[in-house]
């Protein structure tokens, strides 16, 4: 599986279901079990269920989902931050929020019903306060600004509370 997480050509338009199969696998096959060899859990041990795991450095794995994304038009630092947050949010061990989350953001970027690059807009509703218009882009990188502008506020004022909108997440 690593040889295939190094090749950026994964997404292309002749192999999008081999993609998914591969992320599929990576992010919920070996962790139910599934090892590739069709035997049942009743006849295979958990000994051998783990040996037959595919360990993937998260780093690798960090790259080519923002690989992935930036060929689906997410600028570079937007792609790198949703990667890294799903990746961290399955190192820490919340598969439904983590990578397995993948698919399913670029799917909905390759049928545009979420923006790869919105033009987020931060209104500043008052001197601790802020609303933060996502114009319909990818939610986890929406509210990675409505934080920064809320530590920034804070930073500023002592308080900093940001509100968002139009962000996508699910």
């Not at 081999?18 to 049942?40: D, E, M, P, V």
Request: with cysteine; net charge neutral.
């Amino acid at each position: 599986w690593d040889s295939y997480l190094h090749s950026p050509d994964i997404l292309s338009e002749n192999n999008p279901e081999l993609f998914f199969a591969i992320l599929i696998y990576l992010c919920l096959g070996a962790k139910r079990g599934y090892t590739g060899n069709h035997q049942s859990s009743e006849t295979q041990t958990m000994k051998d269920q783990v040996k037959d795991i595919k360990y993937i450095r998260h780093d690798s794995l960090l790259a080519w989902g923002q690989t992935c994304l930036e060929k689906l038009g997410v600028p570079d630092n937007d792609a790198h931050f949703l990667s890294e947050s799903l990746i961290q949010t399955s190192l820490w061990g919340i598969d439904s929020h983590g990578i397995a989350r993948l698919p399913h953001y670029l799917a909905r970027l390759q049928a545009a019903s979420i923006k790869p690059a919105p033009n987020i807009k931060i209104e500043n509703a008052g001197p601790c306060i802020a609303n933060i218009d996502g114009d319909h882009g990818l939610g986890i990188v929406v509210t990675g600004r409505a934080t920064k502008e809320a530590i920034r506020l804070a930073k500023k004022n002592g308080v900093g509370i940001a509100a968002s909108e139009h962000g996508i997440g699910r």
